[in-house]
């Protein structure tokens, strides 16, 4: 039986179809690079906003590839992949903080881009320094979210995933990934209106 060329239009770009996990269980080194080159930046933005420290974040975003590639063999043909990523990535990062005992942050460091408006060439360095100067403060007041709530938010706004993925990777009931999402949003808020000069 042929495997149609694309997926229909109603079905999420991220479902690996059989002949593409077949690749992909093979070893097919093209079709790694493929899969990483269109999900690497998503993860090292997702693993930076929790992390706060590029550096971290690029080492843990390799690991992560390493690790699904190491057990894509759990990984069920017709299922979309990047909620299976994320919990390799979740597991991943935890499993890290638990090596490292605590973990490292420098805003020097944080030069990535963190999810919101990336300034222009058109801009005058005025602009780009409060852009980037907002960014750190929303950054910074990321990292004083306790780690659930800061995962929840990062995953509901910046990695604009349904509340439904969010409660089945952190573990939670739907009503918990809710709440936390809901309280992420007033703390956030009240660490930003406390940076206000």
């Known amino acids: 039986m042929d495997v149609p060329a694309s997926l229909p239009a109603d079905v999420p770009a991220d479902v690996i179809g059989a002949e593409q996990h077949a690749l992909l269980l093979a070893g097919d080194e093209q079709a790694w690079f493929q899969l990483i080159q269109e999900h690497e930046g998503r993860m090292y933005g997702y693993l930076y906003r929790l992390e706060g420290n590029s550096e971290n974040a690029l080492d843990l975003t390799q690991e992560v590839f390493y690790r699904a590639w190491r057990s894509f063999g759990t990984f069920q043909p017709g299922q979309r ?12 990062q935890i499993e890290s903080h638990r090596r490292k005992q ?10 990535e881009e963190i999810g919101f408006e990336v300034p222009s060439e058109a801009r005058t360095p005025v602009q780009a320094a409060e852009s980037s100067d907002a960014q750190d403060r929303v950054q910074r007041a990321l990292m004083q979210l306790p780690e659930d709530y800061r995962e929840a938010v990062v995953l509901r706004f910046m990695e604009d995933l349904p509340y439904e993925e969010i409660a089945q990777l952190q573990g939670v009931a739907l009503g918990t990934a809710k709440s ?15 940076q206000v000069n």
Do not use: C, I, M
């Open 102 to 111: 605590h973990a490292r942050f420098s805003l020097d460091q944080a030069q």
């Open 180 to 194: 936390r999402v809901y309280r992420a949003k007033e703390q956030l808020a009240e660490l930003l209106a406390g």
């Open 81 to 92: 992949f990047l909620p299976w990523l994320y919990a390799v990535a979740r597991n991943t």
